[in-house]
């Protein structure tokens, strides 16, 4: 399906604003998440700059950053040297607005470039233009711009990360039915970004969309996993295996370290390394903090992740010979995974909570009274008044023999069934 662009409002606003202050913003977001269109898209209205760097030779890099450019500047001169392209730049006598995409991969090579844009934008960069570096690297562009050390730590006016759209802008760009149960298995199985939603066809269910992304012959998906870990710099096995053993069940640093036959020590700069990449999510109960407790439990954030490491690695050999109910099944239970994360996002501060014999969907302040707390149930599935206030029964016995219910008097009681996804 061909996209129109949507949504991304707050975004365009933000540029909107960046280039009428000038100097460096930043921007950047994972992969396919939409940062290149959405770039391009406000640029083309300002007849602004682009060019998205390759991975090359400094020299080969320079001359495909000049080749783009061009077209579109004032000079005789060609640039052998940052320094020089710089120069260039800052001669050019129009106020002009640069976007250098995929930044990390011009670092990469030349270890100098930051220190040498750090003193271009000191001292050179003319008045009122706007240099925008763009990366998909969640790690590497933290470590270029939000380090202390970094050379281009705190040069940026802004950085501005470019997140996953959410349900209500994949209906509005795919054309489905807002609070629908199936349109929302579909967004469960795409997530929130754009490029995914490309495969979602008129009149197509479910087990077809995900068969075509992931099942079919040399699907798009088989290798997304990878390149996106290739992308954020975690490179090996392990990172694969620990993602796996996260899909199939084992939430608990130690029961992934028995996954991998491995002392849970061992793996703690590498599920450090998956955090700050925005792969893996850390969940603490709800009032604990990291130096307050040691109960942690690990999710693939992603939705579309968390499908190939839960649905797609276990069954991709069977998946053929399973009957529709059962391919139906597997995508049901993944979706109310997402939906769960849906529900939390809805509420500020919201967190998950277990001891040793509750386990409670969603705890948070209660939008509704700061002083109050609120305690839901979510089930992925819409309720009928019966078994609502069945539900809401057993919760509130739930909250009688959990140990928060010491320390908050004030409580508000809610099931979160599917009919609020028309909300």
């Known amino acids: 399906m061909n996209m129109d662009f949507v949504n991304r409002d707050a975004e365009l606003r933000e540029l909107d604003a960046a280039a009428k202050r000038g100097g460096l913003l930043v921007v950047f977001g994972r992969r396919r998440v939409g940062k290149t269109r959405l770039l391009r898209q406000w640029l083309q209205a300002r007849d602004g700059l682009y060019s998205q760097a390759i991975e090359a030779q400094r020299d080969l890099q320079i001359q495909q950053v000049f080749a783009d450019l061009r077209p579109q500047l004032e000079t005789q001169l060609v640039p052998k040297t940052w320094p020089e392209l710089l120069e260039i730049l800052a001669l050019q006598k129009r106020r002009w607005v640069l976007c250098l995409d995929e930044f990390p991969y011009l670092t990469a090579v030349d270890a100098s470039l930051p220190s040498q844009l750090q003193r271009w934008l000191d001292h050179s960069l003319p008045r009122g233009c706007l240099l925008i570096l763009a990366g998909s690297s969640t790690r590497m562009m933290n470590d270029l711009f939000l380090h202390r050390a970094a050379p281009l730590y705190g040069r940026a006016r802004k950085l501005l990360h470019v997140r996953p759209m959410d349900y209500a802008a994949f209906c509005a760009a795919c054309g489905q039915k807002p609070g629908s149960l199936e349109s929302f298995e579909k967004f469960a199985c795409v997530g929130g970004i754009p490029k995914y939603w490309e495969f979602v066809e008129a009149g197509q269910d479910v087990v077809a969309l995900v068969e075509s992304l992931y099942f079919d012959f040399a ?205």
């Open 219 to 423: 699907p798009y998906m088989e290798q997304e996993p990878q390149r996106i870990l290739r992308d954020e710099g975690v490179i090996g096995l392990n990172a694969v295996a620990v993602l796996q053993a996260v899909g199939r069940g084992a939430e608990r640093p130690s029961e992934i370290a028995g996954r991998l036959g491995t002392a849970q020590t061992n793996l703690s700069r590498l599920l450090q390394q998956l955090l700050d990449a925005s792969v893996l999510a850390r969940d603490l109960p709800f009032g604990e903090s990291v130096r307050s407790t040691r109960k942690t439990l690990y999710r693939i954030q992603d939705p579309t992740m968390r499908f190939w490491f839960r649905v797609f690695s276990p069954h991709q050999s069977r998946w053929r010979t399973y009957p529709a109910a059962e391919k139906r099944k597997l995508i049901y239970d993944h979706a109310a995974t997402v939906f769960e994360d849906f529900c939390r996002a809805r509420f500020p501060g919201a967190q998950r909570y277990w001891e040793s014999n509750v386990e409670l969907d969603l705890v948070a302040p209660d939008p509704g009274d700061a002083k109050r707390l609120l305690v839901a149930e979510v089930k992925w599935r819409r309720l009928s008044v019966a078994e609502r206030k069945n539900v809401l029964r057993q919760l509130e016995s739930k909250w009688s023999h959990c140990s928060l219910r010491a320390r908050h008097r004030n409580v508000r009681f809610e099931v979160l069934d599917a009919g609020i996804l028309a909300e």
